[in-house]
């Protein structure tokens, strides 16, 4: 069997749930900020800036629940725990933020056709503040979310919000020297544009999560060939691979093989295989050569 290696940064419970707690409290502290300094100087861009971080802040919370959610353990009625509720967290948040977007869009364009004066240099200073705050909290999960959905989720969130505070900046430099106050409103247009793009892989990985299809980091089809490598097997079908959650995935499978004697070697070499896909749960039914599967169009 060819050699080919999957490496996966593992960070710690402690680690990831302190940065967590200050990602949030860091845009708590800012949002308030931004919503002082824009509803006193009626700043559009500003405000819009903090329903994105607002939104962004929940998806922190909702995650954080959720990442603490993983670690009950399976009980009676709920056989694999609340792990499924990462998946459910990150849908609710791409959610909240596509109502975010509306919201901004439509205050953008308001501010577009009635635009006022507006303090140039306040909205610099301020987004100013968010680009080091957002930038620096990205940085906490930079190396957590290789195999996690929600932190994966928040980095390029704050990251994105990075780039948005960026853009109030230049905004806020072009009213300051121009006096085209519609640039506020446009910002805040361009605010929205950014949320959707960066939402869009959530929303669909989250959904696909939710529906038990197959994570958007998984490769199907090379995980047959690979088990089709090991030998002994003779075919692989009925194949289905779901994440129980944004960290987590699952397999079963029919597996054909030569001889019924092999199956603990077999078994093992393809548990070794899934782990290295990062499917530490499978379970796997095998049948001899001889045997026809039940479905007569078993899925591969």
């Known amino acids: 069997m060819s050699e080919h290696h999957h490496h996966h940064t593992v960070a710690s419970a402690n680690d990831i749930n302190r940065s967590f707690i200050i990602g949030i409290a860091l845009n708590v502290i800012y949002v308030i900020i931004e919503l ?28 954080l629940i959720a990442f603490r959610l993983q ?3 399976p009980f009676k009625i709920f056989t694999y725990g609340f792990k499924k509720a990462s998946i459910i967290a990150s849908f609710v948040n791409s959610v909240l933020l596509a109502f975010a977007i509306g919201a901004i869009a439509w205050e953008g364009v308001q501010h577009i056709i009635n635009p006022s004066p507006i303090n140039g240099n306040v909205v610099m200073i301020v987004a100013f503040i968010g680009i080091i705050i957002n ?26 919000d990075a780039l948005v505070s960026l853009g109030v900046v230049f905004a806020g430099l072009i009213m300051k020297y121009t006096d085209w106050y519609f640039v506020d409103g446009l910002a805040a247009l361009i605010v929205a544009v950014v949320i959707l793009f960066s939402t869009w892989n959530l929303f669909k990985d989250s959904i696909i999560g939710v529906l038990d299809g197959i994570p958007s980091n998984i490769d199907k089809q ?11 097997v003779v075919d692989i079908h009925h194949v289905h691979i779901w994440g129980m959650s944004t960290n ?4 079963t499978c029919h597996v ?11 078994k093992e070499k393809i548990k ?18 001889e045997e026809e599967c039940e479905d007569i169009n078993p899925i591969k």
């Open 71 to 73: 670690a009950i353990k």
């Open 272 to 289: 070794e295989e899934l782990v290295e896909h990062n499917i530490k749960h499978s379970t796997l039914e095998f049948e001899t050569s």
């Open 135 to 160: 930038f620096g909290s990205a940085l906490l999960f930079r190396k957590k979310g290789e195999n996690d959905l929600n932190i994966k989720a928040a980095y390029w969130h704050l990251m994105a």
């Open 222 to 232: 090379e995980i047959i060939n690979h088990i089709l490598e090991v030998k002994g």
């Open 256 to 266: 054909k093989i030569d001889n019924l004697e092999n199956i603990p070697i077999i």
């Open 36 to 63: 002082w300094y824009g509803w006193q100087n009626g700043s559009t861009s500003l405000l819009s800036d903090a329903v994105h971080n607002i939104g962004d802040i929940s998806g922190l919370v909702l995650a």
């Open 248 to 251: 987590e995935n699952a397999l």
